[in-house]
């Protein structure tokens, strides 16, 4: 049976003998062109390649650089130039946004490298891609709450930064790497207080203040600190403890004074209705503070 003789087939027409060359002309310019390139970095002179490839990182073009970075390191296996290169090939993937080949780069260049003098660079900038991991597409388009994202990488990074800070305190990166564990912990402790307003709307009292507690005792100089002792105080009168809850009070009246929650105005939960729309991104109580 010919397709042309069955109703519900597709009649497939071959190609213009013109078109059909054009299509292998152009598959083939492109495959040559690849070769040409790769065939122009065989045999050159490291420093050649090395500043091919930084002419590329200046000009952004990240993926040119990581391809020329690598053939140099394959074709030099040794020296300060392939040293230089590794180091340069991660910060490229960083910059075109591949973080976890990034981390990677990181990783093996650690292991071969231990006491190397751009260890510290590395781990800041291992901090660096992993607080960029998982920030994909859907979470900007949605506007996602970074603090509601799985926190595995985040608390890496907060790690890398640490051991930039703890390890290297006088280098050129600790005061950047100790501001961004800051950043960080403050998302750490935002995701502590949207757990226990959950549970407080949902009046699981008891979970609430473990929460609050919890964030109190770990992160005791998050932005979210005033926010966990109203969150304790409307716990505590959930619960029917009038001691603790005055105790809580007469505390964040010490603390934030101007804190909603002395006036009746808090927590100021999004609207149910909310949730019928596909398009509003997520909101928190928390989102009126911020």
């Known amino acids: 049976m010919t397709p ?3 109703s519900g087939s597709i009649l497939v027409r071959p190609l213009p ?8 002309a152009t598959l083939l310019a492109t495959g040559c062109s690849r070769d040409k390139d790769k065939d122009s970095d065989e045999g050159q002179p490291v420093e050649a390649l090395y500043e091919k490839a930084q002419k590329s ?3 952004g073009n990240w993926a040119s650089a990581e391809i020329t970075f690598k053939r140099l390191v394959a074709q030099y296996p ?3 130039y392939t040293e230089q290169a590794l180091v340069e090939t991660a910060y490229a993937q960083y910059k075109a946004g591949k973080h976890d080949d990034a981390v990677s780069s990181i990783d093996r260049f650690l292991r071969t490298y231990p006491t190397h003098r751009n260890a510290a660079y590395m781990y800041y900038l291992r901090g660096l891609a992993n607080s960029s991991r998982d920030a994909v597409f859907l979470q900007r388009v949605w506007r996602l709450d970074a ?5 595995d990488t985040p608390r890496q990074a907060y790690n890398d930064f640490k051991l930039v800070v703890d390890r290297y305190p006088n280098s050129r990166y600790a005061a950047d790497a100790r501001s961004r564990m800051n950043d960080l912990r403050d998302i750490f402790a935002r995701h502590e207080m949207d757990v226990a307003l959950y549970y407080l709307r949902r009046t699981a009292y008891v979970a609430a203040a473990s929460r609050a507690t919890t964030l109190m005792e770990t992160y005791p100089d998050s932005k979210y600190q005033n926010d966990a002792v109203a969150t304790l105080a409307a716990a505590y009168e959930g619960l029917g403890n009038e001691a603790l809850a005055a105790s809580a009070r007469a505390t964040l009246q010490q603390q934030a004074p101007d804190h909603p929650y002395l006036k009746g105005d808090w927590p100021d939960y ?3 209705w909310r949730k019928l729309n596909p398009f509003a991104g997520e909101k928190s109580a928390l989102d009126n503070m911020d």
Do not use: E, F
């Open 270 to 272: 999004p609207s149910d």
């Open 78 to 80: 040794y020296g300060q």
């Open 4 to 6: 042309s003789s069955t």
């Open 17 to 24: 003998r013109l078109a059909a060359a054009l299509v292998i």
């Open 147 to 151: 603090s509601r994202r799985d926190l």
């Open 57 to 59: 990182m200046r000009n």
